[in-house]
């Protein structure tokens, strides 16, 4: 009886702030979910094909040896509930929606109020954080798990707390691979607040208890537990972008606003340096580190998209929250309102493209992808239920076709003396116009392969054995 006292003493005092922070949630919510597409691509469609194995059993195309399994695992269990792709599209941006919130918290429980709440609607509102978040994939759902992970890891003095600590840790690690990077950040953190032995132990039966069950799968299946972090970052190798892309990119991940907020930060930061105040900046290495290896890893591995840049996301948005948080303790407080509402009207202005988006496209964006099209000729008008033969877009066709697909090697000339090699029973032949071989110049005096149909950039070749 006295907690509940308390509870509807807490929620009358801070009804309006209560208030505010459900419509910010609601805001940030609707901005993740709309639109809702019915047509995904690359990465989407692989979870939701592991998905899909999970719950009905497919057996057509997998990447288990070098996808992380939790996204997959989630959309299997939502599909209990419903079982249609709008269900994976609700939770993704339900669970995405949730980063904002516990970054709130790690700025209030490290900093203060003001500091949580700036991290926090800069979180909610940055446009490329809201882009990633309506897609299906596990960029910025990591960030959710590495911040839930690191808002438990604040309360050291509870047991419970840093166990939660690790389970949620090895949780953003099956999200995503890259997250492993975030364990010597915790020991980091516990080691400079002298957490004693017991206690770092505690947050490691947390993270063996996730991790050990998915270790044991992995050396069952592929003989090695450790395959999925040596197959991974190797399976894309090309060199597409500059080593300093990212910091060339950073503004556009994370908006000028957390630029600008930095830099207040980094101004701040040499002060206390000068003073030797090591104390007060000793949470900000912990931060700082976080930044350092996930850029030193991202920088180094030659393929690069600027989505693998999100796990930076709670490091440098409660960096930048910090630095203008400072900013304000120095101004008057006349003047602090006038900054509060520049600040709101600026966040307007960074959505407002997005919220223009969703009204031009609808809740729902009915665009049907080539792919789309492809498996739905190949399933209700040929009837077709054999093996698919393809070079590009494997996993997309895998899904839509629910069909056996087995990709093509090699993609040069080779292939017309070698295809025979892995192309061992009739089947369809799907590749794309102006791409790698085989093109239909040459299969078209090729008496093993027969034209079928052309549809928007793809090509169809029934091929037979002899």
């Not at 899909?52 to 209990?80: A, D, H, K, Q, W």
């Not at 505690?202 to 450790?226: D, E, H, K, R």
């Not at 101004?331 to 509060?340: A, E, P, R």
């Not at 040069?412 to 070698?418: D, W």
Request: aromatic content about 20%.
């Amino acid at each position: 009886m006295i907690k509940y006292n308390k509870i509807i003493d807490f929620v009358s005092k801070n009804k309006l702030k209560i208030i505010l922070f459900i419509l910010v949630f609601l805001i940030a919510f609707y901005l993740r979910l709309f639109p809702i597409r019915i047509s995904h691509w690359w990465d989407e469609t692989v979870y939701l094909q592991h998905a899909e194995i999970f719950f009905s059993g497919r057996t057509n195309y997998n990447e288990f040896s070098f996808r992380p399994p939790l996204l997959s695992m989630l959309f299997f269990l939502v599909f209990f509930i419903k079982h249609h792709v709008f269900s994976a599209s609700i939770l993704v941006a339900f669970i995405n929606t949730l980063a904002p919130v516990f970054i709130f918290l790690i700025g209030k429980k490290l900093y203060n109020f003001r500091a949580g709440v700036i991290a926090g609607l800069i979180s909610a509102f940055a446009p490329f954080i809201i882009r990633n978040s309506n897609y299906l994939l596990t960029d910025a759902s990591v960030i959710t798990l590495m911040a839930i992970s690191f808002y438990f890891a604040l309360f050291n003095d509870k047991k419970s707390m840093l166990f939660l600590s690790g389970i949620f840790c090895s949780l953003a690690v099956l999200m995503k691979f890259t997250a492993i990077l975030l364990f010597p950040i915790l020991i980091f953190y516990f080691l400079i607040n002298k957490i004693s032995i017991k206690k770092i132990l505690l947050f490691g039966v947390g993270a063996a208890l996730v991790l050990t069950p998915y270790f044991i799968w992995m050396q069952i299946s592929y003989g090695n537990f450790l395959i999925p972090f040596i197959k991974g970052p190797t399976f894309v190798l090309d060199k597409n972008e500059s080593t300093y892309f990212y910091f060339f990119k950073f503004s556009e991940a994370f908006t000028k606003l957390v630029v600008l907020g930095l830099i207040l930060w980094l101004f701040n930061l040499f002060i206390q340096i000068k003073k030797k105040n090591w104390n007060y900046i000793k949470i900000d290495l912990v931060l700082i580190l976080w930044t350092a290896l996930f850029l030193w890893y991202i920088t180094k591995t030659p393929h690069k998209e600027l989505r693998y840049i999100l796990p930076l996301t709670v490091p440098v948005i409660l960096l930048a929250s910090k630095g203008f948080s400072l900013f304000f303790e120095h101004v008057k407080k006349s003047y602090k309102i006038v900054l509060w509402i520049i600040f709101i009207l600026y966040l307007g202005f960074l959505v407002y493209p997005r919220i223009t988006y969703i009204n031009e496209i609808g809740i729902i964006d009915y665009t049907v992808s080539d792919e789309m099209i492809v498996a739905n000729y190949i399933l209700k008008e040929m009837n077709y239920t054999g093996v698919i033969y393809t070079n590009t877009r494997w996993p997309v066709l895998a899904y839509y076709t629910g069909l056996e697909t087995i990709f093509l090697y090699p993609h040069n000339s080779k292939f017309y003396s070698e295809f025979q090699n892995s192309m061992k029973e009739p089947g369809l032949l799907i590749g794309m116009f102006d791409y790698e071989e085989p093109q239909p110049l040459r299969l078209k005096n090729n008496p093993y392969f027969t034209h079928v149909k052309d549809i928007g950039g793809f090509f169809i070749y029934e091929y037979k054995t002899r």
